[in-house]
C-alpha cells in the first residue's frame, strides 16, 4: 500500500517536472545534476532521521503494508517521499515563476 502511493506522487512529480522544464525551456543537465545532488543529502537524512524516530518509538507501521525491506528500521518505501519532494519542490517553483538557474540560452 504505501509502496503503491509513494510510486505515484513520484511519477506525478516526474511528470510535472519534465512538463516545466520543456516548457520554461531549463537545461536538462544542469537542473538533473542539481536535483540528483539534493536527492542525495534528501536520502542521507532520510535514512538517519527514520531509523531515529522508528527506534525511538515515536511511529511504527503495520508490517502488512509494507514490502519488508528495510535499510537500518526504515522501510524502503519511506524513500519515495524524499524523491518525490526532490522532484515536485523545484518544478513548482519553476512552474510558478521561480528563475532558474540553469536556463537554456536563447541561442538554442
Known sequence: MFL???LWFVAAAALLLL???????IQ?????AVLGMAL?????LT???DNVMIAAGLFDYG???LLGLYLGRAPVEDFLY???AVILMPALWWLFGGK???EKEAAE
Open 47 to 49: 535514512a538517519v532521521f
Open 4 to 6: 503503491e502511493m509513494g
Open 100 to 102: 532558474p538557474t540553469v
Open 82 to 84: 524524499p524523491l518525490a
Open 63 to 65: 508490517e502488512q503494508t
Open 40 to 44: 542525495g543529502i534528501m536520502l542521507v
Open 19 to 25: 512538463v516545466v522544464l520543456v516548457v520554461k525551456r
Open 28 to 32: 536538462y543537465r544542469q537542473a538533473l
